[in-house]
T-cell receptor, first 117, second 112 residues
Framework: GAVVSQHPSWVICKSGTSVKIECRSL??????MFWYRQFPKQSLMLMAT?????????EQGVEKDKFLINHASLTLSTLTVTSAHPEDSSFYIC?????????????FGPGTRLLVL | SQQGEEDPQALSIQEGENATMNCSYK?????LQWYRQNSGRGLVHLIL?????REKHSGRLRVTLDTSKKSSSLLITASRAADTASYFC????????????FGTGTLLAVQP
């Protein structure tokens, strides 16, 4: 159990377009979802935390108007990279934490690789 | 920076040998977790150790935690080529429920 999926797994887009990435918890209800960004050979950096039905909390330095997060249901969160530019190219990973007794583990999706040309 | 640090940054060993990775962090924690990431893939949760625990085992994995030194170690015994991956520690900061701060990671290469 505790499977998290992401779609798409990779995307190539032109500079200036917007890209939406979906994160779904497949077999549990995710009260909180997290979005991370990872550059090549580097660690994960938390971008934002989203709770179902409320506004996302962004980390310092992350532009909320650039990275729109919606957590409309207990199984789905979306990250939209608006007006993407080449510097937004990165590996985006979501994770989900849910209503499981004594389970503080975050379950990670497989990631979405974004390349902006 | 809130990010923890891991050492070594890279480790190359022969199959069958043990691999030890260390993680240091900066703030008080609720728990510390270790994750594994294969190249270009998502993270797989390996083990969680709470702040009141000193050692934990799971299969070939052994994790220690020293809160006085703000450090943890991950030992993989009898390594296999399939253990080749990046390993990250992540701390769940006290007072910030579920928010994880990741370490810099250790790239482990196990030579067959």
């Amino acid at each position: 159990g505790a499977v998290v999926s992401q779609h798409p797994s990779w995307v190539i887009c032109k500079s200036g377009t917007s890209v939406k990435i979906e994160c779904r918890s497949l077999d549990f209800q995710a009260t909180t979802m997290f979005w991370y960004r990872q550059f090549p050979k580097q660690s994960l950096m938390l971008m934002a935390t989203s709770n179902e039905g409320s506004k996302a909390t962004y980390e310092q330095g992350v532009e909320k108007d650039k990275f729109l997060i919606n957590h409309a249901s207990l199984t789905l969160s979306t990250l939209t990279v608006t007006s993407a530019h080449p510097e937004d190219s990165s590996f985006y990973i979501c994770s989900a934490a849910g209503r499981r007794t004594s389970d503080e583990t975050q379950y990670f999706g497989p990631g979405t690789r974004l390349l902006v040309l | 920076s809130q990010q923890g640090e891991e050492d070594p940054q890279a480790l190359s060993i022969q199959e069958g040998e043990n691999a030890t990775m260390n993680c240091s962090y900066k703030t008080s924690i609720n728990n510390l977790q270790w994750y594994r990431q294969n190249s270009g893939r998502g993270l797989v949760h390996l083990i969680l150790i709470r702040s009141n625990e000193r050692e934990k085992h799971s299969g070939r994995l052994r994790v220690t935690l020293d809160t006085s030194k703000k450090s943890s170690s991950l030992l993989i015994t009898a390594s296999r080529a399939a253990d080749t991956a990046s390993y990250f520690c992540a701390t769940d900061a006290w007072g910030a429920t579920n928010k994880l701060i990741f370490g810099t990671g250790t790239l482990l290469a196990v030579q067959p």
